[in-house]
């Protein structure tokens, strides 16, 4: 990401790029890097850490606090706060920080926290996401790439979320969560379990109730592929007869394919952490 600062004026900047565009009523600190490009509406305050990459547009009134990356071409609303910091009683005011990739839509009022000290010193969002208005994503958590979550929805410490997940309205993940690739948590769902890959969850608690085919049709999966999954939810969920088992029956029917071992691997993570969260095993780490 090609990042400089305005307010360093023996830096060479190339002409042929657009300057950053500052509205005269945002407080951006002369410290903060501004890519070309990029558009700072009004009522905005940038911190002196904020790093902001080319094109990205704050519309009015967001507040970048602590060191924070946001990618290219990201499209952030009213009222978002970006890089506050973690709800965590234990946080001490390590210097954490917040990386965002690139053409994302973060809609108005969602918080994205800063990490704590006790996993990787980062909170992480992937690119091609859509956070509607009032989201959540608390201190430490990792969002992966064209993740989809609603509005009003909460994701506690820690909660990793796999590329192509789908969270609905209302939705709350209990720290240390994980929900899978391809996954889809149903409305005002409350995920205390790990989700695995491809399924779709739905109630209180959330639990798979089926494979997420809208999803493995739309991203093109072969109908082959499509077939594996659901005789791996049948058998684990429906079925329930057990990860090992599962795993026999699934390779003696030469359903055994890439989807299927991560799926498997997805489920014993899960199984091997307490309350069916395989991240927990980091909070015994940490």
Known sequence: MDIYSPNQGTQ???TQEPAPKVSNLACVDPAASLAPGVEIGPFCVIGPKAKIGRNTKLINNVTI???VTLGEDNLVSPGAVLGGEPQDVSYRGTDTKVVIGDRNVIRECVTINRASEKEDYYTRVGSDCYFMGNVHIAHDCMIGDRVIIGHGSMLGGHVHVDHHATLSGSVAVTHYGAIGCYAFIG??????QDIAPYMLA???PARPRCI???ALRRNDFEQPVVDAINEAYRLMYRARVGLSNCEEILKSKGHLIPEISHFLESVA??????HGRGR???RKAA
């Open 280 to 282: 927990e095993l980091r």
């Open 212 to 214: 997420n085919i809208v």
């Open 187 to 192: 409305a005002a769902g409350r995920v205390l």
């Open 269 to 274: 993570q899960s199984q091997a952490g307490r």
């Open 12 to 14: 060479q900047v190339d």
């Open 65 to 67: 606090l602590g060191d």
């Open 202 to 204: 739905d109630g209180s």
